[in-house]
């Protein structure tokens, strides 16, 4: 079994930096993509950004320009920098994986437990 566990969330003012962490342990064979998705209260969870495991990023275009994904593919984690933050950034953040268990070699999507992020005006 594979577990997601993120780090790094909090108040923050408008404007301000926030790094978020992700670690994942267990039963890994292999990782893939590995993605930070977002719900606002009332919305619908969204995807904020993703890495391949070769370093392949992607952005939604709300956080372009601000957030920085990034990943250590010998440790497995995965990072979220965000810069620039805004009261509409203001979610609870998810981490997500596309894993391989290694003990029964299926595909698994892991999802965290989730980190909030609030930034206030």
């Known amino acids: 079994q594979v577990q997601l566990v993120e780090s790094g969330g909090g108040l923050v003012q408008a404007g301000g930096s926030l790094r978020l962490s992700c670690a994942a342990s267990?039963?890994?064979?292999?990782?893939?993509?590995m993605g930070w998705y977002r719900q606002a209260p009332g919305k619908q969870r969204e995807l904020v950004a993703d890495?391949?495991?070769?370093?392949?990023?992607n952005y939604a275009d709300s956080v372009k320009g601000r957030f920085t994904i990034s990943r250590d593919n010998t440790k497995n984690p995965v990072y979220l920098q965000m810069n620039s933050l805004k009261p509409e950034d203001t979610a609870v953040y998810y981490c997500?994986?596309?894993?391989?268990?290694?003990?029964?070699?299926?595909?698994?999507?892991?999802w965290g437990q989730g980190t909030l992020v609030t930034v206030s005006s």
């Open positions: 997500n994986a596309d894993t391989v268990d290694a003990k029964t070699y299926r595909s698994l999507k892991v």
């Open positions: 267990g039963s890994i064979f292999s990782i893939n993509v």
């Open positions: 890495i391949s495991r070769d370093g392949l990023t």
